[in-house]
């Protein structure tokens, strides 16, 4: 899975994220009291201007921390839900159950990886439906009620502003949680039985191997084809067996009676739905020279996430792992390694290209590897390469002490110095991964590429420990959540849009804040100049002419202009950028559907960023409101 926004641990994150909130937050409500002062001063001159504006913010205050009524909100909540069900707005739920009856016209369960494909689905389909109830509840709800004036019925009576949007918003916020909740509890078994099958297992098709993992006299054959694959089966003298893994899954196997009336029994597959808790590193590279680099090379791919070595090169993927300890992993270090691969060459394209694992100890610069394995690259679906450091390393393929070379202004800096280099750790034939290895909890991960002519390319989420496998269920409600979140959101840009817009036009505007946060990260690189052909206008008109977005274009005026003009663009880009939630870094449906356990550091940093968003939205919406004349 591609991780390309890795968020920080939560203690990195909280203070400059809240610097950086409370810093725009100060820009826009100074530039909001100035727009509303402009507005008043043209009525009624500056100076009454400024006396209405600090009333209407000390009368803010009062209603929302003052004479908040919490009772009649939850009152304004119920009727936002009884106004739901009677706009049937439970349709939406019925649509996820006819997708759901016709999913299996486009769901290959003999695909690769039928898991990824049954869970993409259901919480993609799952997003779009919230996300279409999210933006129609929260954008034509109060339209509609002053068009009807039954919202007369709610503001002559001693009911504040405040009161009405965290009304609106929490009862609409507790009819897309049932909903979701249905769509979540129908999607879990869904998968569950779309993957759900069994494979039969013929005692004809068992045959004695002469070497076999395990005792003697084991049987060996392929059970029968289900879902488009087969698995094979090793079964020894005790009827005791085990299934290898097909297409990312396993069965149990039972033996049922003996000698010529045995059977076997398949069980359902297991390994599908897992939920994998990674330890990550911190990646480094060494380049074919044995310099220390930050960036791995760049083979020409316009994606530039991962960065390659050389192969048949002292080059190396290096990751530096913390914190280990023979309690956290008492007989090794399980990892798992996804790696991308450039071939100069193809020659046979089937034949799988060398590479080699080693651990290094930071300090003492020993080396030693463990393992030669292959690699296979795919284009659509990623080798996941298991791999395993043992506790105890007995006679392994090298031995050696490599001194890390970095340069700095002074010069090669070597890490170990020469003068604490000891060859004689070198002559040992057994090794202790936490004794040897180790320096405090701080061990290296090398992986090198073997072959000349080809080339490794990884990034830092590529290798990690597998730790252990958390609950599946809890995951799934993570990401459920995740999508509650993103719900919430647009809620409030909805009916914030819906106090000052009619409906059609409030719809419109919270789909330009669903678009924009979910292309932020863009757009904050297209403001920073940190992508290819310029900015806004450069590239446009690099695509008018057909310009080539790495070539510089011609000097001269227009040049000049257009550059004048993305710095202006620019400014304006980030400013816009500053205020859009980041919705597209709240799905994690991927982290899901590839097995892989959502951290709860990043559930409360997303929490916090959705409050951090939804309360300024909802004070806005308050002074719209306010500015707003019901009876019109």
Request: contains cysteine; hydrophobic residues 45%; charged residues 20%.
């Amino acid at each position: 899975m591609v991780i390309e926004n890795l968020l920080p641990p939560f203690p990195q994150w909280f203070l400059p994220a809240l610097g950086i909130w409370i810093g725009v937050l100060a820009l826009v409500a100074l530039v909001g009291f100035f727009l509303g002062w402009l507005v008043v001063a043209l009525e009624r001159g500056p100076r009454e201007a400024l006396v209405r504006n600090w009333q209407a913010v000390v009368q803010a205050l009062d209603d929302f921390v003052r004479r908040l009524s919490l009772k009649r909100a939850h009152g304004l909540a119920y009727l936002a839900v009884k106004e739901s069900i009677r706009r049937r707005v439970i349709a939406v739920f019925v649509v996820f159950l006819v997708l759901l009856m016709f999913a299996g016209w486009h769901i290959d369960p003999a695909s690769r990886e039928p898991a990824v494909l049954y869970l993409n689905f259901v919480l993609s389909s799952t997003t779009y439906l919230m996300l279409l109830l999210a933006l129609f509840i929260g954008s034509f709800s109060l339209p509609t009620d002053i068009r009807n004036r039954t919202i007369h019925t709610v503001v002559t009576k001693p009911v504040r502003a405040s009161e009405i949007i965290l009304g609106r918003l929490s009862g609409f916020a507790w009819v897309t949680t049932f909903i979701l909740v249905g769509m979540g509890v129908v999607s879990y078994f869904f998968v569950i039985f779309g993957l759900n099958h069994r494979h039969a297992l013929p005692a004809a098709n068992l045959q004695p191997v002469a070497e076999a993992p395990g005792e003697t006299g084991t049987l060996t054959g392929l059970t029968a084809p289900a879902f488009g694959h087969r698995h094979r089966v090793y079964v020894d003298a005790d009827g005791r067996g085990r299934v290898e893994v097909a297409r990312g899954h396993y069965h149990s196997i039972r033996m049922i009676g003996s000698g010529p009336e045995a059977r076997y029994e398949i069980g359902p597959p297991e390994g599908f739905l897992l939920a994998r808790v990674p330890v990550y590193g911190r990646l480094e590279f060494r380049d074919r020279d044995g310099l220390d680099t930050d960036k791995g090379l760049n083979v020409g791919d316009e994606w530039t996430y991962r960065g390659y070595i050389q192969g048949a090169s002292p080059a190396a993927l290096i990751w530096t792992f913390s914190g280990l300890t023979p309690q956290r992993f008492p007989t090794g270090l399980p990892l798992e390694l996804t790696l991308g691969v450039f071939r100069t060459h193809k020659g046979n394209i089937e034949k799988p290209v060398l590479g080699s694992i080693a651990v290094r100890n930071p300090r003492t610069g020993l080396y030693v590897e463990t393992e030669i394995f292959e690699s296979k690259e795919f284009a659509e679906v990623p080798e996941i390469k298991r791999l395993f450091v043992p506790r105890t390393i007995i006679n392994p393929p090298s031995v050696q002490i490599i001194q890390r070379k970095k340069n700095t202004v002074e010069g090669i800096v070597l890490s170990p110095p020469n003068e604490d280099v000891r060859m004689e750790l070198t002559q040992k034939r057994e090794f202790d991964l936490y004794e040897d290895l180790c320096d405090n909890g701080r061990v290296e991960v090398w992986i090198r590429c073997i072959e000349p002519g080809q080339y490794f390319g990884a990034a830092q989420p590529d290798l990690y420990i597998r730790a252990r496998d958390a609950s599946f269920i809890v995951n799934m409600f993570k990401a459920c959540y995740g999508i509650w979140l993103v719900t919430l959101i647009v809620l409030a840009y909805g009916i914030t849009a819906s106090t000052f817009l009619s409906a059609p036009v409030a719809m419109v505007a919270t789909i330009g804040v669903l678009v924009g946060g979910l292309f932020r990260d863009f757009v904050i690189k297209l403001a920073l100049g940190q992508t290819y052909g310029g900015g806004p206008f450069e590239s446009l008109y690099r695509l008018v002419t057909q310009e080539n977005v790495m070539s510089e274009l011609e000097p001269g005026l227009g040049t000049l202009l257009l550059k004048m003009a993305d710095v202006i663009a620019r400014g304006f880009l980030f400013a816009v950028a500053s205020i859009l939630p980041p919705l597209g870094q709240f799905g994690w449906s991927d982290w899901v559907a590839h097995g892989f356990d959502i951290p709860w550091e990043h559930v409360l940093i997303r929490t916090l960023q959705t409050l951090a968003f939804v309360g300024p939205v909802i004070v806005a919406g308050y002074f719209f409101l306010r500015a707003r004349e019901i009876a019109e």
